[in-house]
């Protein structure tokens, strides 16, 4: 898939990955016609998918490839991305002024973060001496990053009612590298580390998560070591 999306914007890309194709094809039968078998016309992992279960198709494969009508090749049940399934993109123009060198250029890319300018220039001013200079860095970073929104909600976040959460608690063996910090709303933030179910259920009333946020927060306390939170349907 990351070949296809780096090719995608060259010229007649779905002739040559078709062609690509044709010859993989060849070598890739050949590698696993050990474990896999004919099944009805498709590739089933030998003794161990029964005929009649149907083939896994991932959101991802139903985006991207789910117009393509060739039949898939199957493994262990589940549809692989298929090598000619990429279709040409006309590349999209952006201003070649952009870039960190030039007062212009840093005009732009500040114009782009005006809707979390003032949040910026408060931890910028804030620094949290509790923590590390990466740690410190990395949360100015990342509140460009989610444009100034709740990694949860999707809300603007507001001084005073926000904290940079690790994601792997540092007691737990995170550290404080930008992949492993989001940015919550702080009443998000209390209901991840929440144990008792009177303040779980509070926060729930507060926040009202749809099924998508909840999931997000639920994964998020799994790292925390913490436990799903379960609705009752």
Not at 190 to 203: D, E, F, Q, R, V
Request: contains cysteine; glycine residues 6%; proline residues 3%.
């Amino acid at each position: 898939m990351g070949v296809h999306n780096y090719y995608r914007f060259a010229t007649l890309c779905s002739i040559d990955f078709g062609e690509i194709n044709f010859v993989i094809n060849k070598s890739l039968y050949n590698r696993l016609k050990g474990s896999i078998k004919k099944v009805k016309g498709k590739n089933h992992k030998r003794n161990k998918i029964p005929e009649t279960e149907q083939i896994h198709y991932s959101k991802v494969y139903q985006k991207l490839y789910g117009n393509y009508k060739q039949k898939p090749k199957v493994i262990m049940g589940i549809a692989i991305f298929p090598i000619y399934g990429c279709k040409f993109k006309t590349p999209l123009n952006f201003t070649q002024e952009i870039c960190s060198y030039t007062e212009l250029g840093r005009a732009l890319i500040h114009n782009k973060l005006s809707n979390v300018k003032d949040l910026i220039v408060h931890l910028l001013k804030n620094k949290d001496f509790d923590n590390s200079t990466e740690f410190n860095d990395n949360r100015i970073s990342l509140i460009a990053g989610q444009n100034g929104k709740c990694a949860i909600t999707n809300q603007p976040l507001k001084r005073g009612e926000m904290d940079c959460h690790h994601k792997t608690p540092k007691s737990l063996g995170g550290t404080d590298e930008y992949k492993n910090l989001v940015w919550l709303n702080r009443d998000v933030h209390k209901l991840i580390h929440a144990t008792s179910h009177n303040t779980i259920n509070k926060y729930l009333g507060l926040l009202n998560l749809d099924n998508a946020m909840l999931k997000k927060v639920n994964s998020l306390r799994l790292l925390t070591d913490n436990l799903e939170i379960k609705i009752s349907t």
